[in-house]
């Protein structure tokens, strides 16, 4: 049983988050594609848009250069081999999951419950409110969901993940602030076996990636998350906050070397003119974006898919300018 597909609220949620990226950095390609001459100012001025969207500096490079080598002889049929080497760019990571929930093969199946999920990030990324979007789109598949308030250091992090719970009807397993973030996971699959639950989501405290004794104490919850399973966690799942841009690559690298991080949520897209983030974790990093925050409410969250998130910056082939 594999999760989630894309449709057409999903795109549409997508579209509505991408808009002030589209309107700003992307929405500039409209100006440089006017012209049907393919002239060195075009290049020119398509690499001074992808690097201010946050595309970073040789992933534009290496995208230019293989659209380039096409030879084209149009600005209509640039933005075409554009669109596709975007599409590429960030479909490549999804090619080969590291994690076992999302983005595997139809009919594989699920893993052996509980099946886990690791969420971890930066202070201020959201993590606790992708919690209880995740929780509530997993609802929504007819799985049974359980949270674990694994932020102990903030009471209000506890809080705020119980009041999740309450809102959208899931159990939280939580204990007191200050307690051992380790122990609160492994209680919660411990919890999760009991209650017959499909699916555990564990929040963590924020960690500033550049601090080591943090990034250890987030190592020993993943060790243990792992002995209570008998496996590593089947997602670890990487919080971003989109307005961050070039400086979501470092923290992504600090917790993939610590954790091994499966995959990618950007919150906050809804807040940011530059988008293009995106494609410089896929290229640098190989790790797939699984998720976007669209909104703020339980519902505001889409599965990622980069068809219709090149489409929603660039327009769909049918429907773009000259």
Do not use: C
Request: charged residues 25%.
């Amino acid at each position: 049983m594999r999760l989630f597909g894309r449709n057409k609220e999903t795109d549409a949620a997508t579209s509505e988050a991408l808009a002030r990226t589209r309107r700003s950095w992307f929405g500039r390609l409209g100006e440089v594609f006017r012209g049907s001459d393919v002239t060195e100012e075009l290049w020119e001025s398509l690499e001074e848009v992808l690097i201010g969207a946050d595309t970073g500096v040789q992933t534009t490079i290496d995208i230019l250069e293989q659209v380039r080598a096409r030879h084209p002889s149009t600005s209509e049929e640039v933005r075409t081999l554009l669109r596709e080497a975007l599409v590429v760019v960030l479909e490549a990571p999804a090619a080969t999951p590291r994690g076992q929930l999302w983005g595997r093969p139809d009919d594989e199946a699920w893993p052996a419950a509980p099946a886990l999920a690791l969420i971890v990030g930066v202070n201020g990324t959201g993590k606790t409110t992708a919690i209880g979007r995740l929780a509530h789109l997993h609802q929504q598949q007819g799985l049974k969901v359980l949270a674990a308030a694994g932020d102990t250091y903030r009471a209000a992090a506890i809080e705020q993940l119980q009041a999740w719970g309450k809102q959208i009807g899931i159990e939280v397993i939580a204990h007191q602030q200050g307690a051992d973030a380790a122990a609160v996971a492994f209680d919660a699959i411990e919890a999760a076996r009991a209650r017959g639950a499909d699916l555990v989501l564990v929040d963590t405290a924020g960690r500033l990636h550049n601090k080591q004794n943090l990034m250890d104490e987030l190592s020993k919850v993943r060790r243990v998350i792992e002995r209570g399973l008998g496996r590593p966690p089947d997602e670890v799942l990487l919080v971003l906050d989109a307005t961050t841009g070039q400086n979501g690559l470092s923290q992504a690298r600090a917790f993939t070397e610590s954790v091994e991080v499966t995959g990618v949520m950007l919150t906050k897209l809804d807040g940011t003119a530059r988008g293009g983030i995106v494609f410089a974790i896929a290229r640098d990093l190989g790790l797939p974006v699984r998720f976007i925050g669209t909104g703020q409410g339980p519902g505001d969250i889409a599965p990622f898919e980069p068809r219709a998130f090149v489409e929603s910056l660039l327009g769909e082939p049918a429907t773009a300018e000259a």
